[in-house]
């Protein structure tokens, strides 16, 4: 069962069974990292299921919680279809890097094609917080620097409250 409600003209949130979600394990990895996760090319709500799934055997990493998924009008290039957004935590004891590449392997293996900067695609996996780490080099810059001015993040972050506000008050930001 799906449910939604449009926030406005175009943001509309939608509450699937896996999405939120909050599993009650115990922390078996170092560090606790917010991934932005989107897509809108072809059935992304099935392939954001798929990938909660695919995460969730992932031995590298366990999953903590997701946020709502919103679905909102895309930015940069214009010309394509709405985008679909959630938030998902994990714990991870990769360091940043090596876990920049798991996330780039993950989104070849659901199809990613990289073409051009914001052009439509299958997923797309940010890394947006990593615990209470900065990093900024030529492949990675963490926190995201786009994350506090995009809806497609404040509101599944927002869903997602005590890790919100834990991740925000760190940073300062």
């Known amino acids: 069962m799906v449910l939604s409600r449009k926030l406005d003209q175009q943001h509309t949130?939608?509450?699937?069974?896996?999405?939120?979600?909050?599993i009650r394990e115990r922390k078996i990895f170092r560090y606790s990292v917010i991934l932005g996760i989107g897509g809108n090319v072809g059935d992304v709500g099935r392939r954001?299921?798929?990938?909660?799934?695919?995460l969730g055997r992932e031995a590298q990493l366990q999953r903590v919680q997701s946020g709502v998924i919103l679905k909102n009008p895309p930015f940069g290039y214009t010309q394509q279809?709405?985008?679909?957004?959630?938030?998902?935590?994990?714990?991870?004891?990769?360091q940043p890097k090596a876990l920049l590449r798991l996330v780039w392997r993950i989104e070849k293996r659901f199809?990613?094609?990289?073409?051009?900067?914001?052009?439509?695609?299958?997923?797309?996996?940010?890394?947006?917080?990593?615990?209470?780490r900065r990093v900024n080099d030529s492949e990675l810059i963490i926190p995201h620097p786009h994350w506090s001015s995009r809806t497609s993040v404040k509101i599944p972050l927002r869903s997602m409250n005590r890790t919100f506000r834990r991740h925000y008050e760190n940073l300062n930001v």
């Open 111 to 132: 199809g990613r094609k990289r073409s051009f900067p914001n052009a439509p695609r299958t997923l797309d996996v940010d890394i947006l917080f990593f615990d209470k």
């Open 81 to 94: 279809a709405d985008f679909y957004n959630t938030v998902i935590e994990i714990y991870t004891s990769l």
């Open 13 to 22: 949130v939608f509450i699937t069974p896996m999405f939120p979600q909050r």
């Open 48 to 54: 954001l299921n798929h990938l909660w799934v695919y």
